[in-house]
């Protein structure tokens, strides 16, 4: 009775071991020479490196809400900024719905926000010497005349300076500091167009 025994008990393990070796030997494939299918990892640059830690969600939640008030200061700048330029009071926006804007959305908008400050802040000045459109058109024909458009060009052995050839005496009369000639192509348009809703066209008698 024990042999028979003894042969179903060798038959058994003969019948599990290749079950056993195909199971433990699939990882080893690559070692012994056979080709494994490879399956391409994909990687989100977006995302950080390695496990994020409550350190740097605390850090990243203190940064948005840095940034959002950023956001609602110069958004209190820009509706200022309009309420001037139409003559009206300014409307203010108070609720921060901004603190559920992601970080780069943040940084985002508050980027095009500097822009319309900048853009805004030019319009005024601009409104302010009288930089009208229609103003725009006469200065850029005398200044056609007088120095072909160079804000740079100096005639009369150095005493017409710039694109509207100012003396220095005018220039300073209209609030213009330094030299005509180095200051900025939009300073000059702006001098100018405050000489002329001063005096007219007078200051240039030949092209104006």
Known sequence: ????????????????????????????????????????????????????????????????????????????????????????????IHDAVQLQWSNAGLKKAIRGLRRRIKRLRTALRNERSGLTPSVRVLLERIAACESKGNPRAIGGGGSFRGKYQFTYGTWHAVGGRGDPAAASEVEQDRRAALLLSRSGSSPWPVCG
Not at 14 to 34: D, F, H, K, M
Not at 70 to 81: A, G, I, S, T
């Open 1 to 92: 009775m024990k042999a028979p025994l003894i042969a179903v008990i060798s038959v058994g393990i003969a019948a599990a071991a290749p079950a056993v070796a195909i199971s433990a030997g699939t990882p080893n494939e690559a070692l012994s020479g056979q080709h494994a299918a490879v399956v391409p990892v994909k990687t989100d640059l977006r995302q950080p490196i390695g496990p994020v830690t409550m350190k740097d969600q605390i850090k990243a939640q203190k940064r948005q809400k840095r940034r959002a008030r950023r956001f609602m200061v110069l958004r209190h700048k820009v509706d200022r900024l309009i309420a001037r330029r139409h003559h009206r009071k300014p409307r203010f």
